[in-house]
């Protein structure tokens, strides 16, 4: 795992922008797995900035969310569809054509998460994969002790994380149980994964991911096993780390090319 600590969620931000251009302007076709969420809010800025300055073009990019809740249509201004037109691909010159979220109001759920599935595949896997992570450990949609060969299916928030997100919605019944999401076997696929996340409520769940047993009682500890990882903190996150020197000790190392 790559671990990138900065002082600040906004210092984050831009190392983790600098990693989604490399990437964009290292393919001819581009392919992301995005994250909805608080935690990318700030990223999205920075790669709106970059496209704004005429420093960073998307016209060749697909892009696969991650997650959506159940029963939300997209024009629903809590649903992950309007997260991120409104914060990103309005304000991109992304081709709508090229950008999928799961369908979180389809008729056939099952049906529309085989499709998902396929649609990635199709496009030839996810390039990099942004994820957060939930104070419980889930990335994606995927609670504690859920299958590590998981794919993209309809599944059952945690009450915790009903809770962590119903600072979205009006009121605590209103956030919808069910979802549906990239499975963790999914997530594994990607060719990169980058997994973003701030201040002290994650700390644990980051130390169980990084330095704990892989275990699906931590869902992100999976990435453990990932070639290709790079997790980008602010100090708050990474307190609990007991390798915390180690990791700022090897970003202050690294070769020019192995920086973004
Ligand atoms: C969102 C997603 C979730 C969030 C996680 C953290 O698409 O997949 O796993 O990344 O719940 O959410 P925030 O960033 O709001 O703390």
């Avoid at 649609?119 to 994606?140: E, P, R, T």
Wanted: glycine content about 6%; proline content about 4%; some cysteine.
């Amino acid at each position: 795992m790559e671990i990138l600590i900065h002082d600040s969620p906004e210092a984050g931000a831009k190392v983790a922008a600098r990693v989604v251009r490399k990437i964009i302007q290292t393919k001819v076709n581009p392919v992301l797995g995005l994250a909805t969420g608080g935690t990318p809010l700030r990223m999205y800025k920075e790669l709106i900035k970059m496209n704004h300055a005429g420093e960073l073009s998307l016209q060749n990019c697909t892009t696969f969310n991650l997650d959506e809740y159940g029963g939300l249509p997209p024009e629903d201004k809590r649903s992950y569809h309007y997260y991120m037109m409104s914060n990103l691909f309005d304000k991109i010159d992304i081709n709508k054509d090229n950008v999928h979220l799961p369908q979180g109001n389809a008729n056939d759920l099952r049906e529309a998460c085989r499709e998902y599935e396929k649609q990635i595949k199709d496009a030839g896997g996810i390039d990099l994969q942004v994820l957060g992570i939930g104070a419980n450990g889930h990335i994606g949609f995927n609670e504690p002790t859920g299958s590590f060969a998981s794919r993209t299916w309809v599944k059952i928030l945690s009450e915790q994380t009903i809770q962590d997100n119903s600072i979205y919605f009006d009121k605590l019944e209103e956030v919808p149980r069910h979802v549906v999401t990239m499975g963790i076997a999914t997530i594994m696929e990607s060719r990169h994964c980058m997994l973003l996340a701030n201040g002290a409520k994650k700390a644990d769940a980051i130390r169980r991911m990084i330095e704990g047993p892989v275990s699906a009682s931590c869902p992100a500890s999976i990435l453990q096993m990932h070639q290709r990882v790079t997790i980008v903190l602010d100090d708050e996150a990474s307190y609990l780390l007991t390798f915390k020197d180690h990791y700022k000790w090897v970003e202050k190392n690294k070769l020019d090319w192995q920086l973004y």
